[in-house]
């Protein structure tokens, strides 16, 4: 069975640029995450999908950040524009439902110069 | 405000019992609590996940007490390679949050 898929694995940009993040998740997993892991902490959740409906954005800093998941499978995450607070890894998971049970992408680490 | 409580760093040597326990403030009633093991450079992976009393795989045992405020992840025997952090997750409050905890790094030494 395929895990889940991220891309691109490394990405390197200045402050004010913008950047997206592409995320395939295992298929016929309903729910997607996007977490954001910076060095030495926690995943710390950006935004759930449930299907192509969000279920929390809570913590996504909706003035720079936007995700979308398209026909309730692929999912992009953008940063426009990008901070050097920014620089973590970005780590996309998907479950069947709505469950502690997730499976994680090896991620993608972002570095804002 | 719901927050997991999980020791930041623990050492071991091989072949011993290491215990990890996670405290749980607000956990949601009807929850799981998962336990996730992350190497560097990689994502996190599920190890095991309980509801209450004592569940066992091949990698590891979870133990909830009752009251379910705290949990213990308990890896048997330990090796090199058991070297990462671990992370408790769980659900808090109403509204079934996602919880992580900081996170514990254990290092297996020979």
């Known amino acids: 069975e395929a895990g889940v898929a991220q891309s691109p694995r490394y990405k390197i940009i200045e402050k004010r640029q913008s950047v997206a993040f592409w995320c395939n998740p295992i298929s016929g997993h309903a729910t997607l995450y996007w977490y954001q892991q910076i060095l030495g902490q926690g995943p710390k959740l950006l935004i759930q999908?449930?299907?192509?409906?969000?279920?929390?954005d809570s913590q996504l800093p909706k003035d720079r950040f936007s995700a979308e998941r398209l026909k309730g499978v692929d999912s992009t995450l953008k940063i426009q524009p990008a901070k050097l607070e920014d620089s973590a890894v970005y780590l996309c998971?998907?479950?069947?439902?709505?469950?502690?049970?997730?499976?994680f992408g090896p991620g993608t680490r972002l570095t804002v110069t | 405000l719901a927050k997991t409580t999980q020791p930041i760093s623990m050492d071991s040597y091989e072949g011993q019992e290491v215990n990890i326990t996670c405290s749980h403030n607000?956990?949601?009633?009807?929850?799981?609590i998962t336990w996730y093991q992350q190497f560097p450079s990689q994502g996190p992976r599920f190890i095991i996940q309980?509801?209450?009393?004592?569940v066992t795989n091949e990698v590891a045992s979870l133990f909830i007490p009752a009251d379910r405020k705290s949990s213990t992840l308990s890896l048997p025997r330990v090796s090199l390679s058991d070297t990462a952090v671990y992370y408790c997750?769980?659900?808090?409050?109403?509204?079934?949050?996602?919880?992580w905890g900081l996170g514990t790094s254990l290092a297996v030494n020979p």
């Open positions: 309980g509801y209450k009393t004592k």
């Open positions: 998971a998907s479950s069947l439902e709505d469950r502690n049970e997730q499976y």
């Open positions: 607000n956990i949601a009633t009807n929850d799981y």
């Open positions: 997750l769980e659900r808090a409050g109403n509204n079934r949050k996602l919880i």
């Open positions: 999908f449930q299907n192509n409906g969000v279920v929390d």
